[in-house]
């Protein structure tokens, strides 16, 4: 089974997106193979407001058990967030946090995300820290917005050993730091070299630690997928990349 | 057959024989290779202004890798146009004498500097195209490179010779801008590589250029083939466009034998 760990629902307020929707999502899950997807709100990374995204993906993913998992995308800076992260736990079956500290204007070490990573620890929930959403070199000049630190996501990683941190959109140059730390996964949607860098993962930090994401509908999804099948690494480890580690994680 | 028209040597041969290694997977055939990295002692990074001495001896490791794979690589000419008359006789060279395609600039110098108007010159007489880096960076120009051309610089440079034949890398970074800029310039044809692989991309392209003007490339061995092949092969354009992103375009603005 092919799951991508990283996938948004919504639209970009700068940029058009063809399959931004629902059924664009779908769309691109069927062209491509890929099973299921792990999907949060885009609008909840740029509205103020963080709940009507989530209401929304809830309403829109209710229909597609089979094909999506939704992940609560939480400002932990917004009034009431730990109650709200409670009602997509209990309420819209949500199924792990996800944490955009860069877009949501805190630092992963705050009072706050400290608290929320906590509460949702309290619910066996892992923790995707989404660590940008586009390369800062093409950013809109409105919207000009650094990458999640590294050394923050070390932080919270040594403070909560049992939490898994999930990182997406890292780029090459950040993983090597975050190695050390067991709890610690990566999707590979940004990782865009050099040539064998998959391979070189697998032998530095083991398969279990590496998931397939695409970043879509903002990503071509085949770029990631095709990264995955194509690299030089067991067919168990492959399989898993593709789909098991996914399915352990988020115990699906 | 596919032609990779953006591709790298650095620093070692195994390097090379990786990237060939992953381009046969994909039926990649013919590999468009220049050397554009430098180090220097001292200096933190990449080296951004290689004395003729660095870039000549780049180039015979570009010479090296087309001997070591005749028919699959070939070498284009990188150049420091602040070195302008060395530069010039130094493209001589690479063309007439060690079979070189084409010419590349990089971020040494800006496309509007009258430095590099020689270089365009001999490129027009010896009838070879230039791969030109462009990137239009959010926030301006970066610290570490102040002559990276944006594709309004790079624009201007395809105006003032219209003669030449540009192939504007990275479809000059923030792809939106880079393809409107270079939109009325038919001298001027983008390669997709580089960025991350922006779903849409290639769509715009071939929309707004037509897809005789867009070329596929990989930025190898510093960005995965894979990643960049899936741009061209998942974008929602004709099979028949794919073809001529994918080679036809080169070998029609490359002499690839």
Redesign the interface.
């Known amino acids: 089974m092919i799951i991508d760990s990283n996938a948004y629902l919504g639209g970009d307020p700068f ?5 931004g929707n629902i059924k664009g999502l779908l769309k691109l899950l069927d062209r491509t193979g890929i099973d299921k997807s792990i999907v949060s709100s885009m609008k909840s990374i740029y509205h103020t407001n963080h709940e009507t995204g989530n209401l929304e993906l809830f309403s829109k993913l209710k229909k597609y058990p089979n094909r999506f998992v939704g992940l609560a995308c939480i400002n932990p800076t917004f009034p009431g967030a730990i109650k709200f992260m409670h009602l997509c736990y209990s309420k819209f079956g949500f199924r792990g946090l996800k944490l955009h500290p860069n877009y949501h204007g805190y630092r992963l070490t705050d009072e706050v995300s400290l608290k929320l990573i906590e509460e949702s620890a309290k619910l066996d929930w892992p923790v995707h820290i989404q660590m940008r959403m ?8 409105l919207m ?1 917005v650094a990458g999640t630190p590294v050394k923050d996501v070390l932080s919270v990683a040594e403070l909560f050993p049992k939490v898994k941190f999930i990182l997406g959109g890292t780029k090459p140059r950040e993983l090597p730091e975050t190695y050390k730390y067991g709890n610690v996964y990566f999707e590979n ?9 998959i391979r070189e993962m697998v032998k530095q930090v083991g398969s279990a630690r590496i998931l397939f994401g695409t ?13 995955i ?2 690299a030089d690494i067991s067919e168990e480890d492959r399989k898993r990349i593709l789909g098991e580690n996914c399915k352990n994680i988020y115990s699906l | 057959m596919i032609v990779d028209v953006h591709a790298h040597v650095r620093f070692s041969f195994d ?1 090379v024989d ?2 060939v290694k ?1 381009a046969k ?1 994909f039926d990649i055939e013919k590999i468009v290779v220049s050397r554009v990295h430098f180090y220097k002692e001292d200096v933190e990074g990449y080296y951004r202004n290689p004395e003729p001495e660095m870039f000549v001896e780049g180039n015979r490791m570009v010479y090296e890798c087309m001997r070591r794979y005749p028919g699959t690589i070939f070498g284009l000419a990188f150049v420091n146009p602040l070195y302008t008359e060395e530069s010039v006789k130094e493209i001589e060279a690479c063309v007439k004498e060690l079979g070189m395609v084409g010419v590349k600039l990089h971020v040494e110098c800006l496309a509007t500097d009258s430095h590099v108007f020689p270089i365009i010159e001999k490129c027009i007489e010896l009838d070879v195209p230039i791969l030109h880096h462009a ?1 239009l ?3 301006g120009k970066s610290k570490s490179m102040p002559n990276e051309s944006t594709p309004f610089e790079l624009a201007e440079l395809a105006i003032r010779y219209p003669d030449a034949t540009f192939q504007m890398a990275h479809v000059g ?2 792809w ?1 801008v880079g393809i409107k800029a270079i939109k009325d310039l038919d001298n001027v044809y983008v390669d997709t590589c580089g ?6 991309a290639v769509e715009m392209a071939v929309e707004e250029l037509g897809a005789k003007r867009v070329l596929f490339g990989t ?13 061209v ?4 354009i004709s099979s028949y466009e794919k073809k001529l992103i994918l080679g036809d375009n080169a070998r029609r603005i490359i002499n690839l034998g």
């Open positions: 940029r058009e997106l063809k399959y586009k390369d800062e070199r093409m950013q809109h000049f000009q949607s940004f990782v865009s070299g050099p040539q064998n860098i970043h879509m509908p903002l990503l071509y999804p085949e770029a990631a997928l095709l990264m099948r194509m | 390097e990786e990237m992953a997977r990137w960076r959010t926030g970074g923030n939106e960025g991350e692989p922006a779903l849409g930025d190898a061995p510093v960005r995965i083939v894979e990643a960049e092949i899936a741009k092969l998942a974008a929602d």
